[in-house]
């Protein structure tokens, strides 16, 4: 197979495993970071391969949607191994599938061009009117209040008072959305998140207008 059809194989794989998904992490999220993602990797000039494969499968190895972190890690080496990628292209695939995740801001920087790419494309998906709207579906479908200014926001977690802490939608603009636009690794990232990062600001203020009546 060449890549073109590796990458179309790979889309078909993870779009019939997370198509049903309701938390923000489904088949459309994966659409839209492989877009973004492959847009600034050609602007970039890295490897438009590793950066398309590592954008496609990230969330299949996601430990929200598996049993553990890993037991997804390994339905991707055999999703790579099916497509009979070579062991360097699976150790870098793998590298920044590993090393992009949030993990409540516990994660060292990524290493490499193309986990900069992937990680930048994750996380613009992951703010702006997309990165709301994503917010509160993820917050319904863990139980999670929309906002309860009883429960405090959070300054500093572990990846597991991350994962598993109560929360509200609300808060976690504070705890994670907010912080994304500083983390933006190259030039494309942070020019796009600038704006994203701005629209959540406005949408803040509009919330707390309205939670507190009207003007």
Do not use: C
């Not at 490897?47 to 996601?62: G, P, S, T, Y």
């Not at 139980?143 to 509200?168: A, Q």
């Not at 636009?181 to 796009?192: A, C, I, L, S, Y």
Request: proline share 1%; net charge neutral.
């Amino acid at each position: 197979m060449n890549s073109a059809e590796i990458i179309a194989r790979t889309s078909e794989f993870v779009k019939s495993s997370l198509i049903d998904d309701s938390s923000g992490h489904d088949w459309w999220h994966i659409f839209r970071v492989h877009k973004i993602a492959k847009r600034i990797a050609i602007a970039e000039s890295a490897d438009l391969f590793i950066v398309e494969m590592a954008a496609l499968l990230h969330d299949i190895a996601d430990e929200k949607l598996n049993e553990s972190e890993k037991a997804g890690l390994n339905k991707v080496r055999l999703w790579l191994n099916k497509m009979n990628i070579n062991q360097l292209d699976q150790n870098d695939i793998l590298n920044i599938i590993t090393s992009i995740s949030f993990k409540g801001g516990n994660q060292p920087p990524v290493n490499t061009l193309e986990a900069k790419i992937v990680q930048d494309a994750d996380r613009l998906d992951a703010i702006g009117a997309i990165g709301i709207a994503r917010t509160f579906a993820y917050a319904g479908s863990i139980g999670d209040l929309i906002y309860d200014p009883n429960v405090k926001v959070r300054s500093s977690m572990t990846k597991e008072e991350y994962r598993l802490g109560k929360s509200t939608a609300i808060n976690h603009f504070y705890e994670k959305l907010l912080k994304l636009e500083r983390t933006m690794n190259t030039t494309t990232g942070k020019k796009e998140a600038k704006k994203r990062h701005q629209f959540m600001e406005t949408y803040l203020q509009q919330f707390f207008k309205e939670w507190n009546g009207f003007e």
